[in-house]
């Protein structure tokens, strides 16, 4: 009842906002120009049992989407492919998504489908874990201080083993959630950064498993099945989001050997993704759900992560996560477990507002097909507008935008939390904190794919 009262006073403040002044003339969605009521109020969201998931299912239990006038329904589903296609065929209304999923399929590599995001989720929060008996193995490889090995290590360090298993003819297999996902690119940068080829897709010829030329053989895993493979010994390591690090500790099967925020620190990850005829149809919905989503982000990091615990009880619970209260916490409140009773502090691990974390920056979908193309998903050579239109075409900052000065009018938010939309280009300035020392610039996507001995670029293809 308290949540349908807010509602209607903020329904009759918005219906007398003019939102001329935010939305401008260079938007696409005439329709934005006035913030009305939902077109579609009753809204089904898919999402994967990850931590990252977190923005929807605080914006659900904070009451931020009946705000909007919302009425919200969250399904955990089976895997990526599965909550893709939902969004696809419309079953799901949006979703949680990896942020190459809306990127492969604009351009129809796996699926094809115009998705859009209008809102990233999360900085960070992936990690890559091995066996223990690969462990055993790098860590004679891995320098020591205090008795400790000394971090970020290296692939560099896993190279002996990886070599010995192939001297004795025997595949090294690694998991991964999805071809297009985080993980995997991350992990290829990881794997490749220390000389282990990861393999080449070539959609061209009809081979997709992306192990061409590989000495580390990359599958897909659904993520919470990872502890469960490694355990059983089909794979040797995977990356993935938490919990399942952090559970491969707490059961003792495996060690997290490198977190994503040492191979590229405060790196994009989760997006929310809705396709394109959704938010043509319904603008107003749309603008409104990123609204609820900021809300829940800045929730989550505001005071010093103060409300993590109350996120992490939320996220335990069954219907989300399930995983147990003391795994998510883990990570979600500023540490993060190695090798077992090595547990260092990582404040950053899980960034969900600050650093303009939710912020659809083109640059961002620039690094991703720039990792398509490294590894051959891309497989033949594209120029650089090709890969500014891609971006342009699928990550929407003018449906944040208007999402973001409506909650500046209404008082819920500072135009200091945001980008400034006046100025932003969309391109973040030139990062340079990778692991590999390597410096990446969104603005020349051709020349950042020319610094890496392992994968292609220029006009290469797989033959």
């Not at 008996?133 to 891995?142: F, L």
């Not at 993060?336 to 600050?354: A, L, Q, S």
């Not at 991703?368 to 033949?380: K, V």
């Not at 939309?421 to 692991?435: C, D, L």
Request: charged fraction near 25%.
């Amino acid at each position: 009842m308290i949540r349908k009262t807010i509602f209607s006073i903020t329904r009759r403040r918005l219906g007398a906002l003019a939102l001329g002044s935010v939305l401008s003339a260079t938007l696409p969605f005439s329709a934005y120009a006035e913030l009305g009521e939902p077109e579609k109020d009753e809204l089904k969201f898919g999402f994967i049992k990850l931590t990252d998931m977190a923005p929807l299912a605080v914006a659900y239990e904070n009451g931020y989407f009946e705000d909007e006038g919302l009425y919200v329904t969250l399904e955990a589903q089976a895997n990526w492919k599965v909550l893709l296609d939902g969004v696809i065929d419309g079953q799901l209304d949006g979703a949680h998504m990896l942020a190459g999923q809306p990127l492969a399929a604009t351009i129809g590599f796996g699926t094809k489908a115009h998705i859009v995001t209008p809102f990233s989720m999360d900085l960070n929060g992936n990690g890559i874990t091995v066996s223990n008996a690969v462990w055993k193995e790098m860590k004679k490889n891995i320098p020591h201080e205090d008795g400790k090995p000394v971090h970020p290590i290296k692939a560099d360090y896993l190279k002996p083993v990886v070599d010995k298993y192939i001297d004795e003819g025997k595949p090294f297999n690694m998991g991964m959630v999805f071809p297009v996902s985080t993980h995997n690119y991350e992990l290829r940068y990881w794997l490749a950064a220390g000389g282990i080829h990861p393999g080449y897709y070539a959609p061209h010829k009809g081979d997709i498993s992306g192990q061409i030329d590989a000495e580390a053989l990359l599958s897909v895993t659904p993520p919470p099945q990872m502890p469960a493979t490694l355990e059983a010994g089909t794979i040797y390591g995977y990356c993935v989001g938490e919990p399942w690090n952090q559970q491969a500790v707490f059961k003792g099967i495996g060690v997290p050997v490198i977190t994503d925020y040492e191979i590229w620190k405060n790196n994009p990850e989760k997006v929310f993704g809705m396709n394109k005829a959704f938010t043509e149809k319904y603008p107003n919905t749309s603008i409104r759900v990123v609204k609820a989503l900021l809300r829940a982000a800045k929730w989550l990091d505001e005071n010093d992560n103060a409300n993590r615990p109350e996120a992490v009880e939320i996220l335990s619970r069954s219907e989300y996560v399930g995983a147990d209260y003391d795994v998510i916490a883990n990570s979600m409140t500023g540490t993060f477990e190695y090798e077992k009773g090595d547990k260092r502090e990582i404040p950053d691990f899980n960034v969900f507002f600050r650093y303009n974390a939710t912020y659809p920056y083109y640059s961002d979908a620039i690094w991703y097909l720039t990792q398509m193309r490294r590894w051959g998903q891309i497989s033949e050579p594209k120029s650089d507008d090709w890969y500014f239109e891609v971006a342009k075409s699928v990550y929407r900052p003018d449906i944040y935008q208007a999402a973001a000065e409506a909650l500046i009018e209404e008082g819920e938010m500072k135009a200091s939390e945001f980008p400034s939309f006046a100025s932003e280009t969309g391109f973040k300035p030139a990062q340079t904190e990778f692991i590999d020392g390597k410096v990446f610039d969104g603005s020349q996507p051709n020349t950042y794919l020319e610094q890496f001995p392992i994968g292609l670029k220029g006009d290469e293809v797989v033959k």
